[in-house]
């Protein structure tokens, strides 16, 4: 069995839902209480695809306007970047080809990119619709989902598809930059992946502030 | 226990009965509790960013400073009994500049400055939560009269009113005349133009533009702060002094710094005067919500110190050392910070010392955000003391499940996430072989002590402020100080008391204040700041007796309750 060590970036506007897709999918829980990202988190997450552990490491960023001149920092030596935007805000979508075309024109090996229409669970609020994102992703050569971090839909299967994204990239481009290496053997469950834990910081933590309430929207 | 019986002072006894031969000077030559050669902080003073402003205010009026300082040489030879039979006019004359240009008189320039800053005023408020957080308003606008920030409300619809506000500063600052007043309707607003200062009152309590919702009998007080390319107000109806008032917009300003830094706020107006700022302090409003309601509970902003948090010196140098150890490549400040704005250690470059406004805003930065309780945190921050025109990089993570303390690794290079994330790994393995996580989270757990610990019978609870380490130490609020409207009360004398022996021409070194739920007792040396509540009916020998014996505990326990030793890289 081999590992391998990828890194993802986490884009988007703020408040489309970032954070709250990455601590569902870390730390396997919702809040509607997430405080904004301040800067940028970074986690860590291990898990079992196929014939590899995977680990990746996570930037998630804070998307507002004025930490944009800090993106290349966390997206510079991405293997994935995740392009979230919110499917109930036009504006998220625009912002995300924006964030593109910036990835476009400063990251010089492959990037995988997958785009990610958050917030599902508010359908009747819907201001993009499906065929269009799916028709912009695949203009891109991006995978394209999407989910609620609320109701957990499509998130896993989002991961999934990145960290497949990524071991393919690893056989067919030996300069993509990923770390791979021979490992330990581990079980797969029915959905093809284990989660063997959670990084270095563990993401189930009592939240000391609870009624946290902040930015709703990104339109708002 | 003999010691108990024949105990070792720290400092002279107060003599009872003549305050003056207690020079601030032999204090601190016996070394005043607390004192330290240490340079970790900055030793700073309250108020020392506002005060050339304010004090010229006091010099204003020939015959009013002087009767002034007759008064204050008085009332510091005689213990300064302010008891609350004092007439009003003792506050106006204060502030002699804006009585005289009052044009409608005396009575009137009293109502609107006088109660102001009176004890009774505070004591008799009530005190609804909701009520107290419209008792001030803060607002944000450019120079061109946009609007940044709002305290309450939304900005948008107040845009008329930052419109009004900004053609009333404009109109200040195009008279060379220092004082002005105009009338607006049933308002009148006289201003005090002391740059980068403008004072502000509002002599009538009528509705002003869209403030209606808070307004309440009496008058409000409109304090406007400006800094190009922003002007800050604020619209108080609460008890704070004026000075007060000004420092919480000096405070709100510099979050705005620490956000954006001086030169890249001020490149966005060079470049468009109408610059819409919101769009860059996006998510920055509740940090300014949050230090603006801290500034209304918590004394440090007021002091211009912090609290420690209370734990053996042998534990806090393990800390020290553990982090000290870790190094990593321009790393300036190592800060970690205890629940409640309690400060664990510092440790710093050789050459660099924190300022206390610094820290507040770290603090407040922490405070106010749970977001990295749930992951390792790379950010920017601007700590406009330390400097105001560029960034440090701040690496923030929580060292335990339970989030009792935030480790702060502060780095003047953007790209060291990595190195940093692996020296807190190292700092939490040798914290938790020392069993210093576990030492922290006890002392969280304890609570700051009980002013029974103490053993002085009607002393209900103090503040003293070690001058030389800027930090302070208190005890906790105990009945009958735990209803939060209660508190908030005593908070105001606290503001009082110290508005009192603060602001003067020649500040009172010691004041004994008598109100009808308890007497007070503020006192300044060259080497602390000691403010101390009784109950109402103690007298004044036996609070000084009281003093002297706290300042003996206070020595006593000085290892546990501040840090005199700090480690550097
Ligand atoms: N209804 C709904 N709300 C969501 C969803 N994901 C996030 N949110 C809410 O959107 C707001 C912003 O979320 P956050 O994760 O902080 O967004 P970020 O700024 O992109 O990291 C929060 O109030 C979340 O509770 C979702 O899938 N459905
Ligand atoms: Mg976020």
Redesign the interface.
């Known amino acids: 069995m081999k590992s391998i060590e990828a890194k993802i970036v986490v884009l988007g506007a ?1 408040g489309v839902g970032k ?1 709250s897709v990455v ?1 569902r999918y870390v ?1 396997k829980l919702f809040s509607k ?11 860590t997450f291990k898990m079992t695809v196929d014939d590899y552990r995977v680990k990746l490491q996570l930037w ?1 960023t ?1 998307g ?4 944009r001149s ?1 993106a290349p ?1 966390y997206y510079r030596k991405a293997n994935a970047a995740l392009l979230v935007y919110d499917i109930t805000c036009r504006e998220s979508f625009e912002n995300i080809q924006s964030w593109v075309d910036e990835l476009k024109k400063n990251v010089e090996g492959t990037i995988i990119m997958c785009v990610i229409g958050n917030k599902t669970d508010l359908v009747s609020r819907r201001e993009v619709t499906r065929e269009k994102a799916e028709q912009y992703a695949d203009s891109i050569n991006a995978l394209y989902y999407e989910t609620s971090a609320l109701t957990n839909d499509g998130i896993q299967e989002a991961f999934l598809q990145v960290s497949l994204s990524l071991i393919k990239l690893s056989q067919t481009d030996k300069s993509s930059g990923l770390t791979v290496y021979d490992g330990s053997a581990s079980l797969l469950n029915a959905d093809g992946i284990i989660e063997d834990g959670i990084g ?4 189930h ?5 609870s009624e ?1 309430s ?2 709703a929207s990104c339109c708002s | 226990m003999a010691a108990l019986t024949e105990p070792t002072l720290p400092v002279q006894p107060l003599p009872p009965n003549d305050l003056e031969e207690v020079t601030p000077d032999d204090l601190v030559e016996e070394g005043a509790p607390g004192a330290s050669e240490d340079h970790m902080l900055i030793a700073a003073e309250s108020y020392e960013d506002i005060n050339v402003a304010i004090d010229e205010q006091y010099h204003r009026g020939k015959d009013e400073k002087d009767k002034t300082k007759n008064e204050i040489e008085q009332s510091a030879r005689e213990l300064s009994i302010d008891d609350r039979s004092t007439t009003p006019s003792d506050e106006g004359r204060e502030t002699p500049k804006e009585e005289v240009s009052s044009a409608e008189g005396k009575d009137r320039s009293n109502s609107m400055l006088g109660n102001r800053d009176r004890p009774q005023h505070v004591e008799e408020e009530c005190y609804s939560p909701e009520w107290r957080q419209r008792q001030k308003h803060v607002f944000i606008l450019s120079e061109a009269g946009k609007p940044i920030y709002t305290r309450h409300g939304n900005e948008d619809k107040l845009v008329t009113t930052m419109g009004v506000m900004q053609a009333l500063v404009s109109f200040v600052q195009d008279n060379d005349d220092n004082i002005r007043f105009m009338i607006a309707g049933s308002h009148k607003f006289v201003f005090l133009n002391r740059p980068p200062v403008i004072l502000v009152c509002v002599s009538h309590s009528v509705c002003f533009f869209c403030f209606h919702r808070f307004m309440i009998a009496g008058s409000h007080k409109f304090v406007f702060l400006n800094r190009p390319p922003v002007i800050l107000v604020c619209v108080s109806h609460s008890a704070e002094s004026t000075q007060q008032l000004l420092l919480h917009l000096t405070y709100v300003y510099n979050q705005i710094i620490s956000v954006l830094t001086f030169s890249q706020l001020s490149k966005i107006f060079e470049k468009k005067s109408n610059y819409d700022l919101r769009r860059l302090l996006t998510g920055t409003e509740k940090f300014l919500d949050n230090l603006i309601n801290l500034m209304d509970r918590d004394a440090m902003f007021l002091l211009s110190a912090v609290r420690c948090l209370p734990l053996a010196s042998s534990v806090r140098d393990i800390i020290g050392q553990s982090i000290a150890q870790c190094k990593a490549k321009d790393l300036v400040f190592a800060i970690l910070v205890g629940r409640d704005n309690q400060l664990v250690t510092v440790v710093r470059m050789k050459e660099h010392s924190l300022h206390p406004a610094d820290l507040h805003l770290v603090f407040n930065l922490v405070d106010a955000s749970t977001s990295f309780q749930s992951a390792e945190s790379w950010t920017p921050i601007c700590l406009p003391k330390f400097n105001s025109n560029g960034y440090l990089h701040a690496h923030l993570s929580y060292l335990d499940e339970e989030c009792s303390a935030c480790l702060l690794l502060l780095s003047a290079d953007r790209d060291v996430f990595f190195e940093l994330s692996e020296a807190r790994q190292k700092i939490v393995t040798r914290l938790n072989k020392y069993n210093c996580l576990q030492a922290i989270r006890e002392s969280l757990a304890k609570g700051s002590y009980k002013v029974a610990q103490i053993g002085i019978p009607d002393l209900r609870h103090f503040m003293y402020k070690s001058k030389s380490t800027a930090q302070y130490t208190s005890s906790e609020l105990e009945a009958p100080y735990t209803e939060e409207g209660e508190r908030h009360r005593l908070f105001g004398m606290y503001q009082y008391l110290h508005h009192r022996v603060h602001n003067s021409a020649r500040p009172l070194k010691i004041l004994f204040h008598v109100g009808s739920k308890e007497t007070m007792l503020g006192w300044i040396t060259s080497g602390f700041e000691l403010y101390a509540t009784f109950g109402p009916l103690v007298t004044k020998p036996a609070a000084i007796n009281a003093i002297n014996k706290l300042l003996r505990w206070i020595k006593k326990e000085e290892d546990r309750l501040f840090i005199l030793n700090s480690y550097t890289y």
Do not use: Y
């Open positions: 703020q954070t601590i730390g209480h997430v405080s904004p990202t301040i800067g940028a988190s970074f986690f998630d804070a507002q306007e004025r930490f800090m920092m270095d910081m563990n993401n933590r009592r939240r000391r502030d946290d902040n930015n």
